[in-house]
């Protein structure tokens, strides 16, 4: 177990003082696990009711995240996943509560509703005005009878903003616990899990899962699911979710809702932005008016991968409720409504003129395009492999795909000015091979079409001085020099020859040879260095003895190309 903590038995003192230490408005009990609002007792002198909520800890931000100006007054922090004992949760109630009295939001979980139950029975006897609210809205559970219930899951959230509102407002416990029950009355959550989550105190998952299963209705505990179902994808996953959370509530075309789409622990946000479009679509599909929706890690379970979906369907002043601003560092806001993905027109470039004329249909230049593309379609896995070692390794792939795309235009580019052909080049691979080779060769690609322009019919020497100016081009925008260990010491040293030949022309072959050679020398002059630039740059000396990817690409296609010339 890997876990950036200190002794299992620390980690939820040290959590709450992380978590108080933190915030200028929180504020910890001393001596019992309690976060409070730290102006607690102004709330109190000001006769609004005290709203207390807690659990298990290992569902951060919950519950001590919703603790604020309305929201939570305190949350008692149990053990992780295990209840908080009575006397905790006493202390909070003898802290926060008033005249007003108190409302208990508990989750429904045989500990919680013993040690809430039993404390605010304690309270009651010493004559505080005390009364608690169950959240069980899991809807994963079918016969609710034959078990211990439905278990309280990231709906209790909605919970809290809902009762906060009305407590902040100055409503009386009455009016606040309604608040309250008439949200839980019309709440329904259900998760699947990817991966299990592991207690600190146990140190190993509680259950596995293999590569493609998922558990479909598990709880935040850690707890294995319902069913155990094969891994789909998102739109199939996100649709069962929903059909069961929307089929529970009965839901109708017409009837607005509030959803919430909660993290588990260790989705990515990415994923999590794919997973609400989805439960977007089928809200949109039923019917539902999507009035107010939230993305993100509400109520976790450690470090679990996987979602839960909560749909609350919106009575009177719900909305409102849930819109009022509160200071709880947890609550993610107003939220977003409608679910209508905005599009707006991208501005298009103005288009360059063809240069067109002149040399078309030069048989040399098809011939070196297909040697070109044949050479980095075979390379792919030896250029992947290298970048694998000492990249991301997608260069093999990225340059494969710039190739393959050249192919299919291959008889339209063949054809064009060497100028116009430079340009499309260029535009396919900026557009086909992304990554740093991407935009580097198109940004060469570009200025080494500049400088045929003019050129009715380039010559060899007009060809050398191109990719001279090219490989300038990537230089500057690269920012690197030879000797960084990147394409330049393979194309740099090249072009010096083809320079240099202009300057004393000779056998074109011969001249060719030399430049592949030169590159192959600079290829390997630099692998024996560390790199400057470039992803390879992070990796120190852990580089040394693997040539450059890069740089044997453009020994790759620079000896295709001599060979296409024969
Ligand atoms: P990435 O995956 O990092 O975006 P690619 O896989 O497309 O990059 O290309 C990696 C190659 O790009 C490197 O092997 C190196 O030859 C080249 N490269 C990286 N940075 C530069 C730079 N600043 N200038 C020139 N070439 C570079
Ligand atoms: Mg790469």
Not at 95 to 114: E, H, S
Not at 548 to 555: H, R
Request: include cysteine.
């Amino acid at each position: 177990m890997k876990k950036l903590i200190n002794s299992t038995s620390s980690v939820v003192d040290e959590m709450i003082e992380g978590i108080v230490a933190t915030s200028d408005r929180l504020a910890m009990l001393a001596g019992a696990r309690v976060v409070v609002r730290s102006d607690f007792a102004a709330l109190r002198d000001a006769g609004k009711v005290a709203l207390i909520s807690g659990g298990g800890s290992g569902h951060e931000p919950a519950h001590a995240g919703y603790v604020g100006q309305g929201m939570l007054t305190a949350a008692v922090c149990g053990d992780v996943f295990t209840s908080p004992s009575t006397d905790a949760v006493l202390a909070a109630i003898r802290t926060v509560g008033g005249p007003a009295g108190v409302l208990l939001i508990v989750k429904n979980y045989t500990g919680d509703r013993l040690n809430f139950g039993l404390a605010a029975e304690l309270a009651r006897a010493e004559g505080l005005d005390v009364r608690m609210v169950v959240v069980a809205d899991d809807v994963a559970l079918a016969q609710a009878s034959e078990t211990a219930g439905r278990r309280g899951l990231a709906g209790t959230v909605l919970v809290h903003k809902i009762a906060g509102a009305a407590a902040e407002a100055g409503l009386s416990l009455g009016e606040v616990s309604l608040a309250a029950q008439q949200a839980i009355d019309h709440l329904a959550t259900m998760g699947v899990g990817l991966s299990p989550c592991i207690v600190p105190a146990a140190g190993k998952p509680n259950f596995t899962l293999a590569e493609d299963e998922i558990e479909f209705g598990l709880g935040i505990h850690g707890e294995a699911g319902v069913t155990r179902e094969p891994f789909t994808n998102a739109s199939d996953i996100v649709q069962r979710l929903c059909a069961r959370v929307f089929d529970s509530l009965r839901l109708a075309p017409g009837d607005p809702v509030a959803l919430l789409i909660n993290n588990l622990g260790a989705t990515p946000a990415m994923e999590m932005a794919i997973v609400a479009r989805e439960a977007l679509d089928q809200a949109v599909r039923r019917g539902l008016v999507v009035d107010a929706i939230w993305v993100g890690s509400f109520l976790t379970a450690i470090e679990m991968a996987g979602c839960s979906i909560t749909a609350l369907k919106l009575r009177p002043t719900m909305l409102e409720a849930l819109r009022t601003p509160t200071a709880a560092p947890a609550w993610p806001g107003a939220g977003a409504g409608a679910g209508v993905v905005r599009r707006v027109a991208a501005q298009q470039a103005v288009s360059v003129p063809d240069r067109g004329g002149a040399t078309a249909g030069d048989p040399r230049i098809r011939a070196s395009l297909q040697a070109v593309i044949g050479a980095l379609v075979e390379a792919e896995s030896y250029l992947t492999g290298l970048d694998q070692q000492v990249g991301d390794g997608d260069l093999g792939l990225n340059l494969a795909r710039g190739a393959k795309a050249i192919e299919a235009e291959l008889d339209n580019l063949a054809g064009q000015h060497p100028a116009d052909l430079l340009r499309s080049l260029s535009a396919i691979t900026r557009r086909t091979v992304g990554g740093t080779s991407g935009a580097l060769y198109a940004a060469g690609l570009l200025r080494a079409a500049t400088t045929l322009q003019a050129r009715d019919v380039p010559d060899r020497y007009d060809w050398s001085r191109a990719l001279g100016e090219g490989a300038r081009a990537i230089a500057e925008l690269g920012d690197a020099r030879i000797g960084d260990r990147t394409m330049l010491d393979a194309l740099l040293p090249a072009v010096a020859v083809l320079e240099a030949e202009a300057e004393s022309p000779g056998d074109a072959g011969a001249w060719l040879d030399e430049a592949v050679s030169a590159a192959r020398r600079g290829v390997r002059d630099s692998s024996a260095t560390a790199s400057r630039r470039g992803r390879s740059s992070y990796l120190g000396a852990r580089v040394i003895g693997v040539p450059d990817p890069g740089a044997e690409a453009v020994v790759v296609w620079l000896q295709a190309i001599r060979h296409a010339l024969g």
